[in-house]
């Protein structure tokens, strides 16, 4: 019934799964433990060509678009692998180099990124900031051929093992949104340090930390875009942001589903199996009819993401819907595990948890609600 893949599309999706199944899934449990995913994965998944798929040949890239991107996205849900920050890496931050960058600053950094040599990360969220971008406090300001940038940053995904950090920062403070810039740091300039790894609820495979900058002289060709321009990069990236989210949320939720209807068939209560029971099955068949309608619309969203046609409301949709309904069929699911359902040898319990921030980063769901509202 999907209509939105090409055959090249899930030619991809088999080359994807053997390299999920063969180099991240028997390893996750161990990175969960350690809070990081090793510099060898990504250096695997560069050369298998998981990186960078929707970026161009010429830049090091797949040459492909946002549905190879998509495959990667569906098939570590697959296996519940939240630690990989690939999706991020490639379809959320690669694209402001691409589409706003300097040639240089593409042959710099773009081809590395495609290896799983210079992992990336963006830096938005601070202390006092987060779905309200317009009250960051970070600032660069311009000295002579150099910005100066001086500020904080958290909930940074990809932060530990970054080598370049996209940085959100103020330029010209008196505009608000208006006075918002994008710069690029590379790791180990002076002044910009990795604060501590933060112990998260869920996704604890994918290394999140504190970022610090003081003093930090980067020349001022690092600038991505315009000056001033970067929150209209920013609403102008949320669509696919919040597409990466939506997309994740639909395949988190058939999988889980998929196995939750396995175990209920096979473990016995009361004299027979658990899916005997009616009640049991009803919740099943709610579960199955809401996940088929959002994959629906999520599919919907992705072929108008490929001809260029979707729209913020429309993200903004996909993103709210498919957050809730994860987190709320997720739950079921691990409901009907029962204790099991609690052990983290049970991929449900690791998914539940992972689930909740898909409500939070991206946009809050209120959020979603009033970019929504505005366009009724």
Known sequence: ???????????????????????????????????????????KAGEAGLLCCGIPAEYGGGDGDFGHGAIVIEELARVNANGPGFPLHSDIIAPYILK????????RWLPGMARGEIIAAIA??????????????????????????????????????????????????????????????????????????????GLRAQD????????????????????????????????????????????SIEFMLARTIAYTRERPAFGKKVFDFQDCRFRLAHAEARSKMLRAFVDQCLAMHLRGELTLPYAAMAKLNGAQLQNEILDECLQLHGGNGYMTEYVIGSAWADARVARIFGGADTIMKEIIARSL
């Open 1 to 43: 019934m999907r209509t939105a893949f090409r055959e090249d599309h899930e030619s991809f999706r088999t080359q994807v799964r053997r390299f999920v199944d063969r180099e991240i899934a028997p390893h996750h449990p161990e990175w969960e433990r350690n809070g990081l995913v090793p510099r060898e994965a990504w250096r």
């Open 100 to 107: 706003w960058g300097t040639e240089e600053q593409k042959n």
């Open 124 to 201: 938005m969220t601070e202390p006092g900031a987060g779905s309200d971008l317009k009250a960051i406090r970070c600032t660069a300001k311009r000295d002579g051929d150099s910005y100066i940038i001086d500020g904080q940053k958290t909930f940074i995904s990809n932060g530990c093992n970054a080598d370049l950090v996209i940085v959100v920062c103020k330029t010209d403070p008196e505009r608000g949104a208006k006075g918002i810039s994008l710069i690029a740091v590379e790791a180990g300039t002076a002044g910009f340090e990795k604060g501590r790894k933060l112990d998260k609820i």
């Open 208 to 251: 999140t930390a504190e970022l610090f900058f003081s003093q930090v002289r980067v020349p001022a060709d690092n600038l991505i875009g315009v000056e001033n321009e970067g929150f209209g990069y920013i609403m102008d990236k949320m669509t696919q942001e919040r597409l990466v989210i939506a997309v994740r949320a639909a395949a």
